[in-house]
């Protein structure tokens, strides 16, 4: 078992609920939370079916829940629309004049977009996919940056039924080449650039690198965004905006789609080198997006409410699009870096936006608390009421810092705990009901049932440590891992018989779950989900390198940073330049987010006696521990003191 990524404080106090949210929030007393959690899970059912009433259904669901061989299906039988769900009913209950979006550019301007326009700019960017051949059950990537288009490309599918699979605008050209090709999509919704910090990052380019290698994309289009030059291909490529002016915006009405169909893919980072693309569905998904966001943000009418993830994740898919647009709330979406061009940007918008609910990962936080509180200081950030983090563990610092210096000590911090593949946040406090312990994403949601269990399958005790797993199917879980549902299968459910999340955790005496870290070879640099053999597969397509392997450790922002060590191929010889080399080879293959931190060249690494890497040895090694712990079962117990003393520190 892994230890903990960031030292865990003695619990030293709790947060009881605030007076603003205590008896006033949706869930307001520890006494109303037991006992609609005890029958969400005693009668999901019932319980389930009742939550699903405030969807609109086009039909009511057969069957609420079943179980096909392991694949759950939820509300079988039903139709209904998420993008109608997320604009037509809002318009239709009079809300069309009501803020949906609020996009701040990264050059300090700010468009505002209603339910109602936001429906009609949805309606014909449907009707220009409809007139590109996109249909039900078409696959369309979108490579973005975060521009108004995201979400309306996001919905336009949704509305016309074709799934789509956002790619992180991060990536480069062989992550975003994997993800089309897996998704076997036929269209690639992308811009000719998007600016981060002050510069432009060349979006188009990349997608004609990586489209190159992809038979089934029939069709680029291209928002134009920075204006910077690209090459349009005949047949293939077409500005977006040529498209848009010659459809309709009415005329394209919502697909009556069934419960089941899919709605998104959106890849992420396994244990081996390939990407699992995981698959969410339109009712289950939809409602447990929307129910989250409206009992952890305990969201009212006034709210203005801001995620900072990108919507390249599915912390933005669930809440900055799906969840708060379901339930008609004013969203900020920013487009730039988060700390352009000064580091109180972050607390400049929320003072020019008026945020309310304002949710964040804890590397942006330990980032803007090293800055110092003269930044946060000198805006005014009256108007914030509740907090939340998401991503990775927030340690008991940060947290303090955040509940003190931003929420000026009258916010409660709501520590999200969830996955991609959980489709919405799992472990959390309510703001009204729920004492906090800062470092602890505390209690479950309605219907979780999570469980520590022991390597034997046996439960933990009392804070002992141990494998965080789900007991009972929920309705935002994933359906399965895209075109293999044999990995669906082993991943998540073999090990235990029921869902198996990759984190270890431990529980405390009040029920209160610690999340430690992952089990398996993910690594969360800043937030971000990276597979350890998906880094290592762009090392080692490097012409120089042999053999590589990546291992996290400690960073003090970032939470945790990669190591790679690495072994050349004979006749190259290691040197800073090369070192350079091979380090910007990952970030131009893969993304910045994956390049390595610090490189080692090894000339070969510990194995067991059947050839498999030792990466507990190697981890030990790059963190620089005295002791490496057993070294018996390696092949050749020498390797290990050579690598210790070529270590970078
Ligand atoms: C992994 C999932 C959930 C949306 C963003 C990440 C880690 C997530 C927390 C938290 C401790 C957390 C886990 C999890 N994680 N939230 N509040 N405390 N760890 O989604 O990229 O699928 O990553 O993020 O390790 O398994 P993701």
Not at 235 to 255: I, K, M, N, T
Not at 429 to 437: I, V
Not at 529 to 544: F, I, K, N
Request: hydrophobic fraction near 40%.
């Amino acid at each position: 078992m892994e230890e903990p990524i960031i030292s865990v404080l003695k619990e030293t106090r709790v947060f009881p609920p605030s007076k603003e949210f205590s008896g006033k929030a949706r869930i307001s007393s520890m006494r109303q939370y037991r006992e609609l959690y005890r029958k969400s899970v005693e009668q999901p059912e019932q319980f389930w079916a009742e939550q699903a009433e405030q969807l609109h259904w086009f039909r009511k669901w057969d069957s609420v829940l079943r179980d096909d061989q392991g694949f759950f299906k939820w509300f079988e039988g039903g139709r209904l629309n998420v993008a109608y769900n997320c604009l037509d009913r809002h318009v239709e209950a009079g809300k069309g004049n009501s803020i949906a979006l609020i996009w701040e550019q990264e050059n300090g301007q700010a468009t505002t977009f209603t339910y109602a326009k936001l429906l009609e700019e949805v309606s014909r960017m449907a009707n220009v996919l409809k007139g590109n051949g996109i249909g039900k059950g078409d696959r369309v990537c979108i490579y973005l940056p975060m521009i108004p288009e995201l979400p309306i490309s996001m919905l336009a599918c949704a509305r016309i039924g074709a799934v789509h699979s956002v790619i992180f605008a991060g990536f480069s050209s062989d992550a975003v080449r994997d993800r089309v090709q897996d998704s076997d999509a036929k269209m690639v919704i992308t811009s000719d650039g998007g600016f981060r910090n002050g510069a432009i990052v060349p979006l188009k380019d990349i997608v004609d690198k990586a489209v190159k290698e992809c038979r089934t994309v029939e069709k680029v289009l291209v928002v134009k965004r920075c204006a910077n030059r690209v090459v349009m291909k005949k047949g293939r490529d077409s500005w977006l905006h040529d498209q848009l002016s010659s459809v309709r915006s009415d005329g394209c009405p919502a697909e009556s789609l069934h419960s089941e169909d899919s709605l998104f893919i959106l890849y992420t980072s396994g244990t081996t080198g390939k990407p699992k693309g995981v698959l969410h569905t339109q009712a289950g998904y939809l409602l447990y997006a929307s129910l989250t966001f409206t009992h952890v943000f305990d969201i009212r009418e006034k709210d203005i409410y801001w995620c900072t993830a990108d919507i390249g994740w599915i912390t933005g898919h669930s809440y900055t699009v799906y969840g708060p647009l379901a339930n008609a709330a004013a969203v900020v979406m920013y487009e730039g870096g988060p700390s352009y061009p000064r580091p109180d940007r972050f607390w400049k918008i929320i003072e020019k936006h008026k945020v309310s609910v304002f949710y964040t990962a804890p590397t942006a936080l330990r980032a803007l608390m090293k800055q110092g509180d003269d930044w946060p200081d000198k805006c005014n950030l009256k108007s914030l009421r509740l907090l939340g983090t998401v991503g990775e563990p927030i340690n008991p610092e940060a947290w303090m810092w955040y509940y003190t210096v931003i929420g000026r000590k009258h916010c409660p911090v709501v520590d999200t705990w969830w996955q991609t593949e959980t489709g919405g946040i799992m472990i959390t406090p309510l703001p009204g009901a729920t004492p906090l312990k800062p470092g602890s994403a505390t209690l479950p949601f309605f219907g979780i049932v999570p469980g520590i269990v022991k390597e034997d399958g046996s439960r933990a005790k009392e804070n002992e440590g141990g494998y965080l797993v789900i007991r009972k199917p929920w309705p935002g879980m994933l359906r399965t891992v895209w075109k293999n549902p044999e990995r669906y299968k082993h991943t998540y459910f073999e090990q235990f018989g029921v869902y198996l999340t990759g984190d270890s955790a431990r529980c405390d005496r009040d029920g209160y779950f610690w999340i430690m870290g992952r089990t398996d070879d993910v690594i969360k640099v800043a937030g971000h989900r990276l597979g350890t053999a998906e880094v290592e597969s762009h090392l080692v397509s490097h012409p120089t390198v042999a053999e590589a392997a990546i291992v996290p450790i400690l960073d003090v922002v970032k939470g945790q940073a990669l190591y790679a060590f690495v072994i050349l191929k004979k006749g190259n010889k290691p040197s800073d330049r090369l070192r350079q080399d091979i380090i910007t080879h990952v970030a131009e293959h893969m993304g910045k987010i994956a390049r390595p931190e610090k490189l080692q060249f090894a000339d070969d690494l510990p194995k067991t006696r059947s050839g498999k890497i030792m990466r507990r040895i190697l981890k030990a090694i790059a963190e620089g521990a005295k002791d490496l712990g057993n070294t018996t079962t390696l092949a050749d117990p020498s390797v290990v003191e050579k690598l210790a003393k070529g270590r970078i520190a």
